[in-house]
């Protein structure tokens, strides 16, 4: 059953892919509560999405927090603004080094806030959506997690555990309305990828076909698309978003 309002659950929506996500389907009539582990951030939220007469908020809410805090967040946003229907898995972190270098602490911070984070939301929000019968849980990946890429082994093996997470998930629930799915960016001109060098940037644009780097807006329209009614038949799937640098 379609439902009569929409309700969106961003999460890391104060920069970046996030913030343009939460923008693009709010612009779109759906209430928006955004998510950042900074009460600053979280104003700017409520600040951005209030001057672009968008209904909703911004929260502070960490991911990795118990699931006791999370659930008593959520609460207090859902008394207010109803039950979120469609779940955006943003937030994410990245703690780079060649694996022989890599420390125990770098992997399991990269598994828990980026493949165990996801694990959480999902977990507070699909209660509610199994009794709606209908929902959208939309996890953002990285090329990463099907090329995989030296120095990231930690975080490519948290995006290859998204799809895993995502295909079996959309195989338990898919018969009560809910799709799950993972927007997978390739590079995106955002704050982490500023960092990188000029030869890196060039090593990486010979392999992109269609001769430049993303912008936020790709990434968000492709969420957008898997939010709507017209994916309604799409599940378990992972679409690509990087201008042909790799090409499932």
């Known amino acids: 059953m379609i439902p009569s309002e929409k309700i969106a659950l961003v ?3 104060s920069r970046g892919i996030g913030k343009v996500i939460a923008l693009t389907l709010g612009k779109q009539g759906v209430t928006v509560i955004g998510t950042s582990t900074r009460a600053d951030k979280a104003d700017q939220i409520t600040e951005m999405l209030h001057s672009n007469g968008i209904r909703g908020t911004g929260i502070v809410l960490n ?3 118990p699931q006791e805090t999370l659930e008593t967040t959520l ?4 008394r207010e603004f109803g039950h979120p229907n469609i779940l955006v898995n943003n937030a994410g972190v990245a703690a780079d080094n060649l694996f022989i270098r890599m420390k125990l602490n770098d992997w399991e911070n990269i598994i828990e806030t980026n493949l165990t984070g996801a694990y959480r939301m999902i977990q507070l929000c ?6 709606a ?3 959208r849980i939309i996890n953002i990946g990285s090329v990463v997690g099907s090329t995989g890429n030296p120095g990231q082994a930690n975080y490519a093996a948290a995006k290859a555990g998204l799809i895993g997470l995502s295909k079996s998930l959309a195989r338990e629930i898919g018969t009560r309305g809910i799709t799950v799915n993972v927007v997978s ?6 704050d982490m990828t500023q960092v990188l060098s000029a030869d890196q940037k060039d090593k990486w644009m010979q392999q992109i076909a269609a001769g430049r780097m993303g912008t936020p807006e790709d990434v968000a329209a492709a969420v957008a698309f898997l939010a709507s009614e017209s994916a309604g038949y799409i599940t ?5 978003v990087n ?3 790799y090409m499932a």
Request: proline share 3%; aromatic share 4%; glycine share 18%.
């Open 133 to 135: 019968r209908w929902g």
């Open 236 to 240: 378990g799937e992972t679409l690509h």
């Open 185 to 190: 960016p390739g590079l995106i001109e955002t």
């Open 11 to 13: 999460t890391g929506a």
């Open 243 to 245: 201008g042909g640098m």
């Open 126 to 131: 699909i209660k509610a959506m199994l009794k």
């Open 75 to 78: 609460d207090s946003v859902c």
């Open 63 to 65: 991911i990795t927090d």
